[in-house]
């Protein structure tokens, strides 16, 4: 049954069964969330959205879910997105009517770029007023939010009777869990979420999130033929990998294949794995791209890899051949590879089980695969078998910080489980090349899809609220601080232990560095100086300014993560390192666009 509400809204006894209550619109909204185990909503306050407010008000006095408010609705939608990453429970945001809701806009479409499934509540004006110019009015015959979500969701709806909403809600949820998985819209006018509305019996909740793709078996079959084929296997891992880590892993070691991964696939492996050859695409490693460009590999399998422009490298030939099969769970990849011999399709876990089931009777067969040899055979100062550029810069004691050496720095002296948040801008370039993990449990954490600047901030935020005993670190330019500076501060309401590092250069590195790369006039990129920590400080936060390399030794990362609140740290690196992002620029000059930005 719903929660009970206050008497004054419950039904006349003689109406219905005494053990039937009655409860607004808004309380079945937050009741799914509930039986979801949903425990935090994001959001901005306003008139529209307060009957939703005054449900989730009546749920947090019961321990039901909770709302959390951010200070932007931007921000807002960037912390669900983060509370997704890390539990596995769709991510709630709710915005009331107008502004607030175009508001929501970036954060959403981000979230439809990385397939992220986001549950989207936005409030109307009450549906008498439209079409009467009410404050704030969104409905279709004034600024129409429904209209413009249709271009950045998977489900998206206007509920215009209050008998709508639950089948709207139950398509909503199947909608977003659908692969690949994306953030889905219902637009509610407040007269209908104040409306009162009879309890239901209970759903069956995990029907609602169910994934219903299915193995393609005789693809498979079609793969465990060229594996008997061929002597040496190169891997491409992506971040749809995810799910199925470990089995990648062990059918890697079994077939000693050699494997890299796009900019976010980092997030699934050990990067101290003897087998691994660094990044491919986007701010890589020369090691990888000599994987692809042997003359040894017989096959390449691309696993979970949505081939977008920065994970591939500009849609390289020397990874999409012929040579290529693509494992995904997603048959929208598939669009992006139509020169692979093979496309394998079903949940990629199911997939390597079959896998490795055939590879371990082949083996006892006595068959064998070699590893391509790298041209690297020894660890560098990441402890990892890539290549690295400027190595003699990951131990620089230059001032200002070498980012090249702050990066090694994180890589040696961050706890394994620290979830570790990149902003887009250069922090992406250096995070790429010289952050190094071994955690391969999804705790490296990029939304390069749609590149929001940040973004890391509201994520970073909502993964901390989503799991309190997580040691949490945001790693975000000056520029995108600058964004959404006001957000540290919903972390310092909360009592989040999240770490925030700044790079602070007084620059868009990432524009003054890509016009530079690219020949173009230098302009818009310089920021004024700015002290971050003391910016902190007056907001009631802990603030460390780093200038020596020397000084990052004083950091003590386990105690900051216990801490009952955020801290801020103000690195001072060196602006005028460029950063391993050549082939952006170049990829960009070639397709005459713009210099990138952030």
């Known amino acids: 049954m719903l929660q009970a509400v206050p008497k004054h809204m419950a039904a006349p006894q003689s109406d219905i069964a005494s053990e039937v209550l009655y409860s607004t619109c808004a309380d079945i909204i937050v009741d799914y969330l509930k039986q979801l185990d949903v425990d935090t909503v994001f959001g901005v306050p306003g008139g529209a959205i307060e009957p939703f407010f005054n449900a989730l008000a009546r749920s947090e006095r019961n321990g039901g879910p909770r709302l959390v408010v951010a200070r932007h609705e931007a921000g807002a939608a960037f912390m669900a997105d983060g509370y997704y990453r890390e539990t596995g429970k769709i991510g709630v945001v709710c915005s009331t009517t107008g502004p607030g809701a175009t508001n929501l806009l970036t954060g ?57 909403l639950e089948s709207k809600l139950v398509s909503a949820f199947m909608a977003a869990h659908r692969v690949p998985n994306g953030p889905v819209h219902i637009s509610i006018p407040s007269d209908i979420l104040r409306a009162p509305a009879k309890a239901r019996t209970r759903i069956h909740a995990d029907l609602l999130v169910h994934d219903f793709s299915m193995s393609d078996e005789s693809a498979i079959q079609k793969l465990n033929e060229k594996l008997a ?156 078998y890539a290549t690295l550029n400027d190595p003699k810069k990951c131990v620089s004691d230059a001032v200002p910080v070498k980012p090249q050496r702050l990066m090694t720095y994180l890589s040696q002296n961050l706890p394994a489980d620290t979830r570790v948040f990149v902003d887009a801008g250069n922090g992406w370039a250096w995070a790429t090349h010289y952050l190094a993990l071994s955690n391969n449990t999804g705790n490296y954490r990029l939304a390069m899809g749609y590149g929001s600047m940040a973004w890391a901030i509201g994520a970073a935020i909502g993964s901390g609220l989503g799991n309190r005993e997580a040691p949490t670190l945001c790693i975000v330019g ?45 302009i818009g990129w310089e920021l004024n100086q700015v002290n971050y920590a003391a910016m902190a400080e007056s907001m009631g936060i802990d603030g460390v300014v780093i200038e020596h390399p020397r000084q990052l030794h004083t950091l003590d990362f386990e105690e900051l993560f216990r801490k009952q609140g955020p801290t801020l740290i103000d690195v001072r690196i060196d602006r005028d390192e460029v950063p391993p992002m050549a082939d952006r620029v170049k990829g960009l000059a070639e397709n005459g666009s713009a210099t990138p930005g952030g």
């Open 108 to 164: 959403v479409s981000s979230a439809l770029a990385d397939e992220v499934p986001m549950l989207v509540i936005t409030a109307q004006t009450p549906l008498p007023k439209f079409g009467k110019r009410a404050l704030q009015e969104s409905s279709c015959t004034a600024i129409d939010t429904v209209g413009m979500f249709r271009h950045c969701t998977q489900f998206n709806t206007l509920v215009s009777h209050h008998e709508q």
């Open 229 to 384: 084929r061929v002597d040496t296997i190169a891997m491409f891992i992506g971040n749809g990998a995810g799910g199925a880590s470990r089995q990648i892993m062990e059918f890697a070691e079994l077939t000693n294949a050699a494997f890299v991964t796009g900019p976010m696939g980092k997030s699934w492996v050990d990067e101290t794995h003897p087998q691994y050859r660094g990044v491919y695409g986007f701010a890589g490693h020369d090691s990888a791209r000599q994987l692809f460009q042997s003359d040894d590999v017989d096959l390449i399998i691309a696993v979970g890899a949505a081939l977008s422009e920065l994970g591939t490298g500009g849609w390289k030939n020397e990874l999409l051949n012929t040579k290529l099969v693509h494992i995904d769970s997603s048959v929208e990849h598939f669009t992006r590879s139509p020169m692979a011999n093979l496309h394998v399709f079903g949940n990629i876990d199911t997939i390597f089980e079959r896998l490795i089931e055939n590879v371990k009777t082949a083996r006892s067969w006595g068959r064998k695969w070699m590893t391509i040899p790298g041209r690297n055979h020894e660890k560098n100062l990441l402890g990892t």
């Open 478 to 522: 000056d520029g995108s601080y600058l964004m959404s500076a006001q957000e540290i501060t919903v972390a310092a309401q909360q009592l989040l232990p999240v770490v925030f590092l700044v790079l602070n250069d007084a620059a868009m590195g990432m524009v003054m560095h890509g016009q530079k790369l690219g020949d173009q006039e230098s």
